[in-house]
């Protein structure tokens, strides 16, 4: 989905949200109510410098509107894959990210992540994965790896795997998989405004995702297991 | 100089570190390997399981302190985290935030997700993260060891990240992408993945040591493992804006200051260290040697 | 993949281990891993083999009747992950499973 129709789609009452390079921040009402609107845009890789500014955003958030719910909007082809940024320890600035999430958490800031483009693997982990609540809306695409490099990896026949992946949800791209897997908790269609309000209203920090694959048949071992160790 | 056999953390398996690493026979498994909870989707593939799914846990002592502990075995697919492997990690850790141990263990030796099970690894990488930062708000802190043959890479190195501490050997490494990966997609002039020399200069414990992202460089020896965990063993600093703030900080200013830098070596001698020296000093040379930098 | 199981009557040595099992051996390419359960099998030694090498059960009996004969268990139960071990690996392993139970 494209990003500005998608604004005006979610922030019917207005929106003052800027989109530069790659970077899309700033604040809009919903139900009467301000609420922060952060993320990316234009399939961008997150890399050590978008870690940094993302989470310099978040942090005056959190510093400047106690409380208010950060709506994460999520574009991006993955992590960059470069030396240089291997080099500079990548994932140190994944992980500072994230722990600016949590902290946001912490703080009472409700984290909704709405996937409107792609979503990919460490970019996706950066990105998204680490909200309260993760949705998609039409259009958006979610994915680990392509089948064509899972074939090559696995040495599994492409066209064995296409056919399996007809059967289970387990490794294919695509958001019905990653819904079924519990790892989007709704997959919307229609009046995204609206589901976006009735959400926040619902919506806890308990991480659900291990529950919601077992219910829908996608993930049906991770929630017992987890339940066991718990229990043993 | 070490008069005692060396103990390589690298070679051994799993299930051998942890008795080498804990205080004798005080290693309780959870979900043992009698339990078969194996891999629903490896059958798929034709590919076989392991009985643990390549993930040991379970709780133990470390120099008579209660600890819990997760360890991937890197010899069986790699240590890629599966759905059963991932949350058995995740399990043990909201374990540790309900009874909370002295410290959390974690011995990473793994190439990333599994493939084969992509997306529930994926999404268990992250549960195990949110199960991570479940134990550090209730106080316990999560101890990473990476010194395996599969290093820690993907999806296990942004896990290992959020740790609170961090200790390697220089045959360590951490990235998130693995050079093959970059290598593959870039071409062979961003990562030439067959050159060990640059791989372990770029990912290898040693630059993560001198970057600070690792606490503490051991020697490829389980007891220095040991002894650098219990060292390490201190209530989890909680999140606050200064804390973060400080992180953002200094992470930026990395950037600042290296960002023209195109290989290890040019870091080191920015740092003030003999770059050609590095690869060869042993773990306690090039610890006093950072000491003494001026940062 | 193929699995198997095979009973064989057991010898005169009974487990000695308070543990409830041992494991020796990883599922790496040419390795296998053996975890070995005291339990009440009337004196008998069962195998349970997963292996992703068919066709070859009649190898299997032949190295798990020459383990018998060389080490005289009973009541042991033996769960085989094999990913293509040749049979002096399988041997070996069983041989350290087995000293980790007596």
Not at chain 1, 157 to 171: I, R, T
Not at chain 2, 34 to 49: C, E, K, N, W, Y
Request: glycine fraction near 10%.
């Amino acid at each position: 989905m494209e990003l500005l129709p998608l604004l005006d789609q979610l922030f019917p009452e207005g929106h003052q949200v800027s989109v530069t390079d790659w970077l899309v921040s700033g604040e809009a009402v919903l139900g009467g109510a301000p609420v922060a609107v952060l993320g990316t845009t234009n399939h961008v890789f997150i890399g050590i410098r978008e870690a940094v500014t993302l989470s310099g955003k978040l942090l005056e958030t959190v510093a400047q509107h106690p409380k208010r719910p950060i709506i994460m909007l999520v574009d991006n082809n993955g992590q960059r894959m470069a030396l240089d940024e291997e080099l500079l320890v990548l994932p140190e600035y994944i992980a500072h990210l994230l722990r600016a999430q949590q902290f946001a958490r912490l703080q009472g800031h409700p984290l909704i992540a709405i996937v409107y483009g792609n979503s990919i693997a460490g970019g996706f982990i950066a990105f998204g994965m680490g909200a309260d609540r993760i949705v998609s809306l039409p259009g958006a695409e979610t994915s680990v790896m392509k089948l064509e490099a899972i074939s090559r990896v696995t040495k599994m026949p492409l066209e064995k795997l296409q056919a399996l992946a007809e059967k289970v949800s387990v490794f294919a791209p695509g958001c019905k998989n990653f819904f079924k897997m519990g790892g989007l908790h709704d997959i919307w269609t229609e009046d995204f405004s609206g589901q976006l309000q009735r959400l926040l209203q619902s919506t806890d920090t308990r991480d659900i995702r291990a529950a919601l694959g077992r219910e829908r048949g996608g993930r049906e071992a991770a929630s017992a297991v987890i339940d066991d160790v718990l229990h043993a | 100089m070490k008069l005692s056999r060396r103990i390589s953390y690298l070679e051994a398996s799993a299930r051998q570190r942890i008795a080498a690493l804990l205080d004798p026979d005080s290693f309780r498994e959870i979900l043992p390997p009698t339990l078969q909870r194996i891999s629903p989707h490896l059958g798929m593939f034709d590919a076989p399981v392991a009985f643990d799914d390549g993930a040991v846990i379970g709780e133990g002592l470390l120099c008579g302190k209660p600890v819990f502990l997760f360890a991937q075995e890197g010899k069986f697919r790699g240590g890629s985290l599966g759905e059963v492997h991932a949350a058995k990690i995740t399990g043990l850790l909201l374990r540790a935030a309900e009874r909370k141990p002295a410290a959390v263990l974690g011995l990473f030796d793994s190439g990333g997700v599994r493939l084969e099970e992509a997306n529930a690894g994926e999404i268990g990488s992250t549960e195990i993260m949110r199960a991570i930062f479940a134990a550090q708000r209730a106080g316990v802190p999560v101890i990473g060891l990476i010194g395996g043959s599969c290093g820690c890479f993907g999806g296990s190195s942004i896990i290992s990240s959020c740790c609170d501490a961090l200790i390697a050997s220089e045959e360590g490494r951490l990235s998130v992408s693995g050079p093959e990966v970059i290598e593959t997609i870039m071409g062979v002039e961003a990562f030439d993945s067959r050159d060990r020399s640059l791989v372990w200069r770029t990912t290898g414990g040693k630059n993560r040591f001198l970057f600070g992202k690792v606490s503490k460089l051991v020697d490829d020896h389980i007891p220095a493992f040991r002894e650098a965990a219990t060292a390490l063993i201190a209530p989890s600093i909680p999140l606050t804006a200064e804390l973060l703030q400080a992180e953002r900080q200094h992470l930026s200013k990395r950037i600042e200051q290296f960002s023209e830098c195109t290989d290890a070596r040019q870091i080191w001698a920015k740092m003030g260290l003999d770059a050609n020296r590095v690869p060869e000093m042993s773990a306690e040379e090039l610890s006093t040697a950072a000491s003494s930098l001026v940062h | 993949m193929e699995h198997f199981t095979c009973d064989f009557e057991g010898g005169a040595k009974a487990p000695q281990t308070t543990k409830p099992f041992v494991v020796v051996g990883v599922v790496a390419s040419s390795n296998l891993e053996i975890m070995a359960q005291p339990c009440d099998l009337g004196g008998k030694v069962r195998f349970e083999v997963s292996t992703t090498v068919a066709h070859f059960e009649e190898a299997w009996r032949a190295v798990f009747a020459d383990f018998i004969e060389r080490n005289q268990p009973r009541d042991v139960l033996f769960s085989i992950n094999d990913f293509a071990a040749i049979p002096p690996v399988v041997s070996l392993r069983l041989d350290q499973a087995w000293e980790g139970l007596v």
